[in-house]
């Protein structure tokens, strides 16, 4: 069965680093292209970064670029989310997504708390 696990949220101050990582099991992960999400409360899901297939960086949303970077290893059938220079409107749940034609798979969140 399908499984996407996010992992690595938590608390932190603002200016700090959290990395997130998301486990795929039960699909051939080497071909999907990954995203990262958020949803904040009160807010819309929004894509963060996204990562096709062979590796090469999809897109960033513009809060986000120069601070967070998104990569995958494919033998490990994970791929992570590395978060610098943390902003209190980083604060969200964060989603993971393995996208392939009519395929979209989610993962439960990982929730980033950023606050003194």
């Known amino acids: 069965q399908v499984q996407l696990v996010e992992s690595g949220g938590g608390l932190v101050q603002p200016g700090g680093s959290l990395r997130l990582s998301c486990a795929a099991s039960?699909?051939?992960?080497?071909?999907?292209?990954m995203s990262w999400h958020r949803q904040a409360p009160g807010k819309e899901r929004e894509l963060v970064a996204g990562?096709?297939?062979?590796?090469?960086?999809?897109q960033y949303v513009g809060s986000v670029k120069g601070r967070f970077t998104i990569s995958r290893d494919n033998t490990k059938k994970t791929v992570y989310l590395q978060m610098n220079n943390l902003k209190a409107e980083d604060t969200a749940v964060y989603y993971c997504?393995?996208?392939?034609?009519?395929?979209?798979?989610w993962g439960q969140g990982t929730q980033v708390t950023v606050s003194s």
């Open positions: 997504k393995a996208h392939w034609y009519a395929a979209n798979y």
């Open positions: 039960g699909f051939t992960f080497s071909t999907y292209y």
């Open positions: 990562i096709s297939a062979a590796g090469v960086i999809g």
